[in-house]
């Protein structure tokens, strides 16, 4: 990464780009965490499907999953030792990004895959000029709620019953981002 020293401030803006590009490639390789996180493959649609049937009442099927895939929707992929841990889904249109889901298996909770996994999203809508990125959360789901509200999402509304199996309201936590130039 060139020194900015002696330079104009634009020098300085993408030496900080820079450094903070070079941080997240290393996160997310893991560099610091036995634990890697890249785009998923149609090869680990499998693996998708059947977190999402250990994880959820109504999961997506392999065939959504790939449908999903193949129009918009990025997903990415935790591994440890090549074996996965969870994924993300973010789908988005125009500056507006969604986080479809996120999964972790069991047997990786509390382990910081979740943490990982929300992070690699929020690099994601950021450097995609992303206005702000959202998602829904069961508003019994107090684990994943802390763990939004530690990584600056704050609650933008209720939709009532808006799950099902069983029907309960779910939270919208949206995280945006004041100014897509800033690295927040």
């Given amino acids: 990464i060139p020194d900015p020293f002696m330079k104009d401030i634009s020098k300085y803006e993408e030496c900080r780009d820079q450094i903070i590009s070079a941080i997240d490639d290393l996160v997310f390789s893991g560099y610091f965490f036995p634990v890697t996180v890249s785009i998923a493959a149609k090869e680990d649609i499998k693996d998708i499907a059947r977190l999402e049937m250990q994880c959820f009442s109504d999961p997506w099927s392999e065939n959504a999953i790939a449908e999903s895939m193949a129009a918009s929707t990025v997903f990415f992929i935790a591994k440890q030792n090549g074996k996965t841990a969870g994924y993300i889904g973010v789908s988005h249109a125009a500056d507006e990004f969604y986080i479809t ?44 709620i802390g763990l939004y509200k530690l990584l600056n999402f ?14 309960e309201d779910a939270y919208i936590f949206t995280r945006r981002f004041l100014d897509v130039d800033t690295r927040d």
């Fill in 101 to 144: 889901n996120i999964a972790v298996f069991e047997e990786y909770r509390n382990m910081g895959v979740g943490t990982l996994l929300l992070n690699r999203a929020i690099v994601f809508a950021r450097d995609n000029a992303a206005a702000f990125i959202s998602l829904e959360v069961r508003c019994s789901n107090t684990a994943a």
């Fill in 154 to 167: 704050k609650e933008a509304g209720t939709r009532k019953n808006f799950y099902t199996n069983p029907k």
